[in-house]
């Protein structure tokens, strides 16, 4: 079992829709769960950031973590078509010093169509 | 957050041939960190780069075929040596930026590379 897993999708919604993008991992000691999109030939940006369960909200996106069931999503309100992209979700374990490893998920390439 | 740049933005090489991989950041950073993306596949860290220290490797990963420098506390190359197709792949630096208690990682925008 990979220690994080991710819905491939992919995900063709209409815009203005409600997206729902999920994650489930494995391992118990991942205290970070991030959220990072990527645009086509660019690098990952960090969109979300959360350490607690429960939800964060920042604007049109809500990120939704629930460690008792080891799952995580992210969630777009009135997604709009700029919000086309892969969505990787990604999760981190203390490993010494100031280092949180990051695993990642895959990726859902989400297109959002006018 | 961090602005990091990386160079080439993309390469085409011949098997048996080296790339150097150059990455600078707009601001000192303790940790730096080395992945490769490719196709259908999650983002894989190659090693983690600390200033004045050895790098350290991932499972997979190797000194001899990855070298890595980190000279000062805002810039890092990754040589892929005696490259082969199995080599072809997106090259991603990334810096971890403590704020307010958290760590956060921010991406550069990545090298893109075909060995031939």
């Known amino acids: 079992q990979k220690e994080v897993e991710q819905d491939p999708g992919p995900l063709s919604v209409p815009e203005g829709a409600i997206v729902s993008l999920n994650c489930t991992y494995s391992?118990?000691?991942?205290?970070?769960f991030m959220w990072y999109r990527q645009y086509s030939r660019k690098g990952p940006e960090l969109l979300m950031y959360?350490?607690?369960?429960g939800n964060k909200e920042d604007g049109r996106f809500t990120a939704q973590v629930d460690k008792s069931s080891k799952y995580i999503s992210l969630f777009i309100r009135d997604s709009q078509p700029s919000d086309s992209a892969t969505y990787l979700c990604a999760m981190s374990a203390y490993s010494g010093g100031s280092n949180y490893k990051l695993t990642f998920g895959k990726g859902t390439l989400l297109t959002v169509n006018p | 957050s961090a602005v990091i740049s990386q160079k080439p933005s993309r390469d085409i090489c011949q098997r048996g041939t080296s790339l150097t991989i150059q990455c600078q950041v707009d601001?000192?950073?303790?940790?730096m960190f080395w992945y490769r993306q490719q196709p259908g596949q999650s983002l894989t860290l190659i090693a983690t780069?600390?200033?004045?220290?050895?790098?350290?490797?991932e499972s997979g990963f190797v000194i001899d075929k990855f070298p890595i420098s980190r000279p000062n506390l805002t810039f890092s190359t990754l040589t892929v040596s005696n490259m082969s197709p199995e080599d072809s792949s997106i090259y991603l630096c990334?810096?971890?930026?403590?704020?307010?208690?958290?760590?956060?990682?921010?991406f550069g925008p990545g090298t893109r590379l075909t060995v031939t």
């Open positions: 391992n118990s000691a991942f205290q970070y």
């Open positions: 990334s810096v971890e930026v403590a704020d307010r208690g958290s760590y956060e990682q921010y």
């Open positions: 601001s000192q950073v303790t940790m």
């Open positions: 780069a600390n200033q004045g220290s050895e790098a350290t490797y």
């Open positions: 959360t350490y607690s369960s």
